[in-house]
């Protein structure tokens, strides 16, 4: 059964950080890339950040760019996303999702999200 599930989210003040997991089980992690989405109340989902299967290719966001960090261990079958100087424009509910190949086509299955609120 493959699963993906998010955790680390909670509440931080504006300025610090955060790193979410994503657990994986259910198939190869070797062959997928993992990527990042967040939804914040009353928007769409957008696409924050992607690491791929194969040679570990690191996309992100502009809006994140600088500020996080995506990285992969696959001895552990977890995916982080290392988020600094957050935000209160963070404040979304995070996901994680599967893609078979590089960041460029459809992510097949989803988690069910962390949240992540970034407020004073």
């Known amino acids: 059964q493959v699963q993906l599930v998010e955790s680390g989210g909670g509440l931080v003040q504006p300025g610090g950080s955060l790193r979410l997991s994503c657990a994986i089980s259910g198939f190869n992690m070797d062959d997928y890339a993992i990527g990042w989405f967040r939804q914040a109340p009353g928007k769409e989902r957008e696409g924050v950040s992607c690491?791929?299967?194969?040679?570990?290719?690191?996309y992100y966001a502009d809006f994140v760019k600088g500020r996080f960090t995506i990285s992969r261990d696959n001895t552990k079958n977890t995916v982080y996303l290392q988020m600094n100087s957050l935000k209160p424009e963070d404040t979304a509910v995070y996901y994680c999702?599967?893609?078979?190949?590089?960041?460029?086509?459809?992510?097949?299955?989803w988690g069910q999200g962390t949240h992540v609120t970034v407020s004073s």
């Open positions: 999702a599967r893609e078979l190949g590089a960041c460029a086509a459809t992510f097949d299955y």
């Open positions: 690491i791929s299967a194969h040679d570990g290719s690191a």
